[in-house]
C-alpha cells in the first residue's frame, strides 16, 4: 500500500499501522477503557442525514471563514496532538508546512515536539496553543510567554485532563514518552526498522516547552495517562481558568467542553472560543460525543462564543454535518496524525486535501455556495 492508494482516512490508519511499531500505533488510535466514546464519536454522526438540494446552478463553493481572528480557507482545521515525532520524524513540522499551505489552522500541544519558538517561525500560517496546567506556574507561565513571543494567534486551555484516562492499550504495550523498550515491546519496535533508524539516527526526541522545567516525558519515561495524573494541576477550577484568560491578550478558548453549563460559564469569563471535546474518546468512556453535544451548546452561546466540533471527523461530510447544526468550524487530530505516520508532510497534505475536496462535493450536491447557506434546514436527524 502506498501513498496514492490512500482516498479516506482509513486508508491512512492502515498504511501507519503497517509502519508504526505497535505501541506507537496503539497510543494514536486507542483511548480509554472500552472504547465506546472513541468509536461513538464518529458513529454520531451517522444518526444524522444531509437533504440535499438541487438546480441551484453551483459552480464553484466559497469555503473560506474567520476563526480567531484569522481568515481560513476551510473551516477544518488540526486540532493540537502531543509526541509527533514519534509518529514521524517531520512531527510538527510537517504538520504545520501542510497546513499553512493548506490555508488553514494548526495546533501546537504544550507537548509538542518542538519548540514553540521554532513552531511560530516555521510558517505564516494561523496557530493554536493547547495550555495544559501544571503544578509549576512558573512552566505555566513560560509557555504562554513563549506563545506570546512566538505570535500565536491564540491559547486553548485544556479543560479535560486533570488526570489520566484509562488507555488500556498503552498499559498492555508499556508506551511512554520517551519509549521504554521491554522484552515485551522490542520485538515490535525491531519489526519496523526504518521507524527505529529514524528515531536513533534523528535529532534526540525532546519536549523543548517542558524540559527546562520538567524531565518527565521528555528524558525520563512516564506515559501520557501518567504525565497528567502526576504532572497537571487537579485543582484547576474556573476561577484559574478566568485568571490564565486575563494572562493571554488574544483570542482565548476552552478545550473540552461538552456540557451546556460549561459551555456558559466559558462564555461569562470571556472565552472567545469553546472546543467541543471529550478528547477523542481518551478521558472519560461513556460521554457524549462533541456532535451529539453540539446542537444544544451552539443554541445557548452561538451567538457569544465561536463553538468547535472537535472529534470524530473523518469525512468532509462530517464536517458540513456540524456546520448545519451551526459550528463555526470543526477539528481533529487522528484525521491526521495517521496521514503524518503514513508519509510525513506529504500525506498530512493528502489527508487534508481530501478533505477538502470532499466538503466542496457535498457543498455543490447540497446547493450551497457558502457556508452561510449551510444551516438546519439541510438536516434530517433520524
Known amino acids: 500500500m502506498r501513498l496514492n492508494q490512500c482516498h479516506n482516512i482509513d486508508d491512512f490508519r492502515a498504511l501507519a499501522k503497517r509502519r508504526l511499531p505497535w505501541p506507537v500505533f496503539d497510543y494514536i488510535d486507542g483511548a480509554a477503557d472500552d472504547e465506546v466514546t472513541r468509536r461513538r464519536n464518529r458513529a454520531a454522526f451517522d444518526d444524522c442525514d444531509l437533504i440535499p438540494r438541487v438546480l441551484a446552478g453551483v459552480d464553484s463553493v466559497n469555503m473560506t471563514t474567520t476563526l480567531f481572528g484569522r481568515e481560513m480557507a476551510m473551516p477544518l482545521f488540526l486540532s493540537p496532538t502531543a509526541l509527533q515525532r514519534l509518529f514521524h520524524w517531520q512531527g510538527e513540522r510537517a504538520v504545520l508546512r501542510a497546513a ?20 511560530g517561525a516555521l510558517t505564516d500560517g494561523p496557530k493554536l496553543f493547547q495550555l495544559y496546567v501544571h503544578h509549576d506556574e512558573g512552566l505555566n507561565r513560560a509557555m504562554l510567554d513563549a506563545a506570546r513571543d512566538a505570535k500565536f494567534d491564540a491559547v486553548a486551555l485544556t479543560v479535560d485532563t486533570i488526570v489520566g484516562g484509562n488507555r488500556e492499550r498503552c498499559l498492555r504495550s508499556g508506551f511512554t514518552s520517551p519509549p521504554r523498550f521491554t522484552l515485551g515491546n522490542m520485538l515490535s519496535y525491531a519489526a519496523k526498522p526504518g521507524w527505529g533508524l529514524n528515531y536513533v539516527l534523528r535529532e534526540k526526541f525532546s519536549l523543548p516547552n517542558l ?7 521528555s528524558s525520563v519515561p512516564k506515559s501520557v495517562a501518567d504525565y497528567f495524573t502526576t504532572m497537571l494541576d487537579q485543582s484547576l477550577d474556573w476561577k484559574r481558568a478566568e485568571a490564565i484568560r486575563k494572562q493571554w491578550d488574544g483570542p482565548f478558548c476552552l478545550k473540552g467542553i461538552a456540557a451546556v453549563e460549561d459551555a456558559k460559564r466559558a462564555a461569562d469569563i470571556g472565552a472567545t472560543a469553546i472546543m467541543v471535546s471529550n478528547h477523542g474518546g481518551r478521558q472519560l468512556d461513556g460521554s457524549i460525543s462533541p456532535f451529539d453535544a453540539l446542537a444544544e451548546i451552539v443554541d445557548a452561546v452561538g451567538d457569544k462564543v465561536e463553538v468547535i466540533c472537535d472529534g470524530g471527523i473523518t ?14 468550524a470543526c477539528s481533529g487530530g487522528r484525521l491526521y496524525l495517521y496521514a503524518l505516520a503514513a508519509a510525513g508532510e506529504d500525506g498530512v497534505a493528502r489527508a487534508i486535501a481530501l478533505l477538502r475536496a470532499e466538503m466542496e462535493r457535498g457543498m455543490k450536491l447540497m446547493g450551497a455556495k457558502s457556508l452561510a447557506d449551510l444551516g438546519p434546514h439541510n438536516l434530517r436527524w433520524r
Open 211 to 217: 524540559a527546562t522545567h520538567v524531565s518527565e516525558g
Open 315 to 328: 469525512r468532509g461530510t462530517h464536517v458540513l454535518k456540524a456546520l448545519s447544526v451551526g459550528a463555526k
Open 100 to 119: 499553512a499551505n493548506a490555508g488553514t489552522m494548526a495546533g501546537i500541544s504544550s507537548l509538542a515536539t518542538i519548540s514553540l519558538a521554532e513552531a
